[in-house]
């Protein structure tokens, strides 16, 4: 924790006439200040937040998402699993582990982590877009076409989904099933094909600065 951040920040409650002691005083200005984006001030705050009640599993998991954000992964994978220590059944702190895990190529623990929060909250597209993603590229085909094809029942307006279903049905040699999906992906997302050039652009652009 940056102490010369908390000392600023103390001083500022004070000056509101807000109880510096009370932990969800912390949290308030911790989401506050995460949301506009100053992620030095929220994660001094989540972490006092934490000091002064260490069973607020929500306040773990966005102090885990706010170091995710600066690329510090040890130390957002330890925030969430200090969340899911207070609360085991929180999808949405599964979903951000299995996150963590994604990036930094652990993909069995991901697969994990993103199974889990599924089974915790089967409305979670994004979760099951994240699973089937993962299985694809431990090779489990099977299983990540179904995990994409749930995404897409789902969310069927979710254009994450559906290209992922389409590069999986490519790869696997199936090209007609694949032009299919295309096909029913522009039906119901008509500029489908605009955020896939705009995304094919993007990486295009990345590669060329490396």
Request: glycine share 4%; with cysteine.
């Amino acid at each position: 924790m940056d102490a010369a951040v908390l000392r600023e920040l103390t001083e500022e409650l004070e000056k509101m006439g807000y109880d510096i002691e009370d932990a969800e005083v912390w949290y308030d200005l911790g989401s506050e200040l995460y949301n506009s984006n100053h992620l030095t001030e929220a994660e001094t705050s989540f972490r006092q937040s934490i000091n002064l009640d260490p069973s607020n599993a929500q306040a773990w998991c966005d102090l885990g998402a706010t170091l995710f954000l600066q690329n510090r992964f040890d130390e957002a994978e330890s925030a969430f699993k200090g969340g899911l220590e207070n609360d085991n059944e929180d999808s949405y702190i599964w979903y951000n582990l299995g996150c963590v895990y994604n990036v930094i190529d652990r993909l069995d623990d991901a697969a994990i982590a993103f199974r889990r929060a599924t089974e915790l909250n089967p409305s979670n597209a994004d979760a099951w877009v994240n699973l089937g993603v993962v299985l694809s590229s431990v090779r489990e085909i099977q299983q990540a076409e179904e995990a994409l094809r749930r995404s897409i029942k789902i969310r069927p307006e979710h254009y994450v989904g559906w290209l992922n279903l389409i590069s999986l049905l490519h790869r696997a040699g199936r090209s007609k099933e694949a032009e299919e999906a295309h096909q029913k992906a522009l039906e119901i997302i008509p500029d489908f094909d605009n955020f896939t050039d705009d995304i094919n652009e993007f990486v295009e652009s990345v590669d060329s600065t490396e």
